[in-house]
Every structure is written in C-alpha cells, then in structure tokens.
C-alpha cells in the first residue's frame, strides 16, 4: 500500500518565522494531497489540498507544493503565530486509500 | 461546527464490558469512516462504509464491530477490548468513498477510549 513518511515530527520556531513540513509518498498514481491541522483535543480540520494537475497552492499564510517527479509535497506557514500550533498531518490517495503521515507537532513561541 | 457529532466523548470500559460509540453526519454525506488514533501514530484507517455497504475492513480484530444502519449514522461496538486498544476514535464522512476523485473527509471530535 501507499507509505506516506513525514519530517519532521516536531518543529519549534518563532512568532514570526517560517514552518516548513514535507512529506514523501511511495505511489506514482496518488492524485489528491491534503494537509490536516489538529489542535490539542480538537477534531483534524482540512487547512488545505492540492491536486496532481497543479504545482502549488497559496491559502494566505499557507501554502503547498507538490514535486510530481520526486514524489513530495511540502507544506510551507509564513509569518507563523502561536495560533499555528498543533499537530499537523499530510495524506496521499495513492493504491485507493488515504494514507496519513505520522504527523509534525508544530510549537510556535511568542 | 456540528458536521459530524462523536458520543460519547469520553468512555472508561473494562475489559469484560460491551459499549457503543456513535456518531451523526449532518453533511449530506455517503460514506463513513472509523480511525483509531494512538499516540506518536499515524492515523489508521478501520473500516469505511460506502451508501451503507462496508467496502473496507483493515484487519481490524473481531472486538471491534462496526455497525451503519443508513449513510447517516455509524456506530463501533466494542467487546472484550484490551489495554492496547486505548486510543481516540474518530469517525469521518465525506461525499462518497472514492479517495481517487480526492473527495475531502471531515471529521469529528473523537471519542476517547481508556481500557482498563
């Protein structure tokens, strides 16, 4: 099945600065790459996806790029806030299944 | 935000009981998911029902039944659970299970699960 492997499983930055997560993907055909972000003892929520047909994908502060050749994706928060911290967790569709990655726990200090 | 409703939220069983966890979509969805969710692991899939067919059982252990009377409700009844099977359990939907169509999964708040 589809292996999704996700680095790195922790990220301390500053109010401020710049978060950078990526993720490999094993599967050739996987299609649809989204990102979940959860807050402690909340539910995952959807922060943004990006399908195989396009490079990158801007949301405000965030944003994804997809590297189609080298099967990774990357998630990229600008001007981070304490707000921002969570877990986050990247998926790929690959084999007919939605495999998650292990997850980055993202701490931003104020 | 009420889309997808997880009861109980909390539920301290022992080994030998028999509880239900529950949970409602009010998004209009088809297809309905159980995660288990364990500390420093990804996120394993369990079972997925599709138009209230269950197209995906991911070697889950026979203590753990699933049930989905109709695409709005799905429940996992648990049996003779172990320590180990302490996690969160979160159900999902999304529009219909075709992961290749890249339809997005929503879910809900989990129901925390302690074995003793």
């Known amino acids: 099945g589809e292996n999704v492997e996700q680095h790195p499983s922790t990220l301390s930055v500053q109010e401020g600065d710049s978060a950078v997560i990526k993720c490999t993907y094993s599967d050739s055909a996987s299609n649809y790459f989204p990102w979940y972000k959860q807050e402690l003892g909340k539910r995952p929520q959807l922060i943004i996806d990006i399908r195989s047909n396009v490079g990158e994908k801007k949301d405000q502060r965030i944003a994804v790029t997809l590297n189609k050749t080298a099967k990774h994706f990357s998630l990229h928060i600008t001007e981070t806030q304490p707000e921002d911290s969570a877990v986050y967790f990247c998926?790929?569709?690959?084999?007919?299944?939605?495999?998650f990655g292990q997850g980055t726990i993202l701490t931003v200090h104020p | 935000e009420t889309g997808v409703t997880q009861t109980p939220r909390h539920l301290v069983m022992g080994m030998t009981n028999k509880k239900s966890l529950k949970c409602e979509q009010h998004l209009g969805h088809n297809a309905m998911y159980w995660y288990k969710q364990s500390a420093k692991k990804p996120l394993e899939l369990m079972f997925v029902?599709?138009?209230?067919?269950?197209?995906e059982n991911n070697s889950v252990p026979s203590r753990f039944s699933p049930e989905c009377p109709n695409s709005s409700h799905l429940f996992l009844h648990l049996h003779t659970l172990q320590p180990e099977d302490s996690a969160l359990y979160l159900c999902a939907s999304s529009q219909d299970s075709s992961v290749l169509s890249g339809n997005t999964i929503y879910f809900g708040e989990g129901s925390w699960l302690t074995v003793v």
């Open positions: 998926a790929a569709n690959g084999y007919g299944k939605l495999t």
């Open positions: 029902y599709n138009f209230k067919e269950q197209t």
